[in-house]
């Protein structure tokens, strides 16, 4: 800021003379009072640097310091982080495990002892069992602020929040409320064995999840919770769903236009945000050409919406935003003609890459073999009496189900259908595909609350997976308010082979950076991918703190361009999940070398690049002049109730009512002055 006002006070000291025309007057007396300001300004500022920040003192220790050359090792340095960040990533799989392993042992124990609780409602249970993050009076008592979690929780309780559609006194909801409160000392043992822990819960298919810590629910801009329903979040379906290649298939005819259609969109958007990366996705816009009352032609086609015109794309966060902002620019026009939109999904589930493990087709459609009147099949003609229209459009289902049975004949897996009809009564086409094709038919009302209205979608992909197998997932916005994070998720089965939920456990991605960054120097820096190669973190992206949305992973080779060819080797190795170093000679003339590992608790690889002038590192260290002072709690009140301040900095005991509290943050109205080891200088926070 000051020098902004230098410079304001220079340019105007340098063109007051062509302010003031040259008539005789004395302008000396203004030149004189510009130059004073100037060095007013300028003694205050020097005055500030040495009473306010001791700058004597501190270039006077950078003139005195001991400078030392360390020769860097870049393997050295990649072994010691792939060993502190596997310990990181080990710790996190091993709370996830013994939530999984209570969790099981605790629906087994509770339904040999009795089938279910005697309560009613839910009320009812009390608060050891049930404190709820949606019911003020439920909350837990004592909520403080954390800013490990950037909230009010609470270390001695869990809560839980309920899905808005689910029924609360429903017997499955009070069932898994009770069940899952055993949960509890599981939650806090972890805490206990890893500090660093972030959100650990449990989500049910009841549409319910028990978090720990406890927290208050965020509300709306009314002041209103706002929903949650675990089952449609990435750590659920991840766990639960399985890899499976989906094809939407919507009637885009201009008899879908208006409620109907919106209803569409809504389905096939509801099945997007389902999707993993796991996953193969595409979807098709049926409709065809027709003429109007008139005789106008009217040109409308059946088309492919992904960027892919031929072939699945892989359920990418790309890939599924793209295909949500295609779908909501779709407007209903054109006839009923399904038979081209059935032909192409089935080329497209035939097609390679996909997935082979699921093949499922998801019809929205109201069911109506017309368009109206305004459709018409043909030109029309002239007469004497004047034109006449072509005849009114009506579509024969019958061929629709034999190219469909032909269809499924040629792939394998084959093809479940999900028919949803809109509104209509119109059930005999959609109803007939889905039961000839091992699906299910459900008839839609309004848009709301899709995830429960098509629970027949989601309960049959739960079913059908039955995997135990955990995974780590994508990296996702955290819905609780932490950022970016990736969730160690576990699919849980009782005895009897039931999905009784999905434990998780997370860790957020500023926390992986900081693993990576704290160990750089110089010039060097860092990234790390996933076995796609997709690139998680890069200095030339935006930081992981200051997104607002799940974010779009870019190739890692669009962002170490320089030398494509012999990049693409380490790209290659990495996805292989390869340990190696390579050197790289750049079109700049300066040469990288890159250093990378795998780790092996998790899918990622990360590298370290060095150039030439990094691999010697001049490091200062503190004059041997300089005398000794009192210890500086500065840098341990940057990391706020980080468990080495509670350790390093005394307890203070204040007056009654607060015996015995730490106070690591005193209030506004004193002072904790940390000396620096600086004589005279002193920092007030």
Same mark, same amino acid.
């Given at each position: 800021m000051w020098s902004v006002v230098a410079l304001v006070i220079l340019i105007v000291q340098s063109s007051v003379g062509?302010?003031?025309p040259d008539d005789g007057r004395d302008i000396g007396t203004l030149e004189g009072d510009?130059? *004073?300001? %100037?060095?007013l300004i300028q003694n205050y500022i020097l005055q500030l640097a040495s009473d306010g920040i001791n700058r004597h003192y501190s270039q006077s220790y950078l003139d005195q310091a001991n400078y030392t050359f360390e020769q860097k090792n870049g393997s050295e340095i990649v072994s010691l982080v792939k060993k502190d960040l596997g310990e990181f990533f080990r710790k996190k799989k091993r709370a996830a495990m013994s939530l999984a392993t209570k969790v099981q042992e605790i629906y087994d124990s509770y339904f040999s /002892? *009795?089938? +279910?609780?005697?309560v009613e409602k839910l009320t009812e249970l009390n608060k050891t069992m049930y404190r709820d993050s949606d019911i003020f009076e439920k909350l837990p008592d004592d909520l403080q602020f954390i800013p490990y979690f950037k909230q009010q929780v609470s270390w001695n309780y869990s809560t839980i929040k309920i899905a808005d559609e689910v029924p609360r006194d429903d017997q499955v909801t009070i069932d898994t409320v009770v069940l +899952?409160?055993?949960?509890e000392e599981a939650f806090k043992e972890n805490k206990r064995k890893d500090p660093l822990l972030r959100w650990q819960y449990f989500g049910s298919p009841a549409g319910l999840v028990r978090i720990y810590p406890g927290r208050e629910w965020s509300t709306n801009f009314a002041g209103f919770y706002n929903d949650y329903d675990p089952r449609v979040r990435p750590w659920y379906i991840a766990a639960t769903s399985g890899p499976k290649d989906v094809v939407i298939i919507l009637d885009c005819s201009l008899s879908m236009d208006g409620e109907k259609f $919106?209803? %569409?969109?809504?389905?096939?958007?509801?099945?997007? $945000?389902?999707?993993?990366?796991?996953?193969?996705? $595409?979807?098709?816009? %049926? /409709? %065809? +050409?027709?003429?109007n009352s008139v005789g106008k032609l009217r040109h409308y086609g059946t088309t492919v919406l992904s960027c892919q015109q031929e072939k699945m794309v892989q359920a990418t966060i790309a890939h599924r935003k793209d295909l949500k902002e295609k779908i909501q620019k779709l407007k209903a026009g054109g006839t009923s003609e399904l038979r081209r939109g059935f032909e192409m999904a089935y080329d497209?589930? *035939?097609?390679?890459? /996909?997935?082979?493990c699921q093949s499922i087709i998801v019809f929205a459609t109201d069911g109506l073999d017309t368009d109206g009147e305004s459709i018409r099949c043909g030109p029309g003609y002239y007469t004497r009496s004047g034109y006449v229209p072509g005849p009114v459009c009506r579509y024969n289902w019958t061929k629709v189900w034999s190219t469909i049975d032909k269809k499924d004949k040629e792939i394998a897996p084959q093809a479940r259908i999900f028919s949803y009809l809109i509104k209509e009564d119109a059930e005999v086409f959609p109803g007939k595909l889905a039961c000839t094709h091992r699906g299910s038919f459900?008839?839609? +009302?309004?848009?709301?609350n899709l995830i429960f209205q098509m629970r027949n979608y989601f309960d049959f992909l739960s079913s059908i997976a039955k995997s135990t197998e955990p995974l780590w997932t994508s990296p996702y916005i955290d819905a609780w308010g932490l950022g970016i994070m990736v969730t160690y998720a576990i699919p849980v089965l009782s005895k009897d082979g039931k999905t009784i939920g999905v434990v998780g456990v997370d860790a957020t991605l500023d926390q992986i950076e900081n693993f990576l960054t704290k160990h750089q120097w110089g010039n060097v820096y860092s990234f790390l991918i996933n076995t796609e190669g997709e690139t998680i973190f890069h200095p030339k992206l935006k930081p992981s703190t200051n997104l607002l949305e799940d974010p779009i992973f870019i190739p890692i080779s669009q962002l170490e361009n320089q030398q494509p060819k012999e990049f693409s080797i380490i790209e290659i190795e990495m996805k292989e999940r390869k340990n190696n170093h390579k050197f790289i000679e750049g079109k700049d003339g300066k040469s990288k070398s890159y250093f990378y590992a795998a780790l092996n608790e998790s899918e990622y690889s990360f590298a370290y690049v060095l150039q030439d002038t990094d691999k010697e590192f001049r490091r200062s260290q503190e004059p041997t002049t300089r005398p000794p002072n009192t210890k500086s709690y500065y840098n341990l009140l940057k990391e706020y109730q980080s468990p080495v301040v509670r350790k390093k900095i005394p307890t203070r005991r204040q007056g009654t009512g607060h015996q015995g509290k730490r106070d690591f943050i005193p209030r506004t109205d004193r002072q904790l002055r940390a000396f620096y080891n600086l004589p005279g200088a002193k920092v007030t926070l």
């Open positions: 062509h302010i003031f510009v130059q *004073n300001w %100037a060095m /002892r *009795n089938t +279910s609780t005697k +899952s409160a055993e949960l $919106n209803i %569409a969109k809504g389905v096939a958007k509801t099945v997007i $945000n389902t999707l993993t990366k796991q996953d193969y996705v $595409n979807v098709i816009c %049926a /409709r %065809a +050409s027709h003429w497209l589930l *035939n097609s390679k890459p /996909r997935t082979g459900v008839k839609l +009302s309004t848009g709301e």
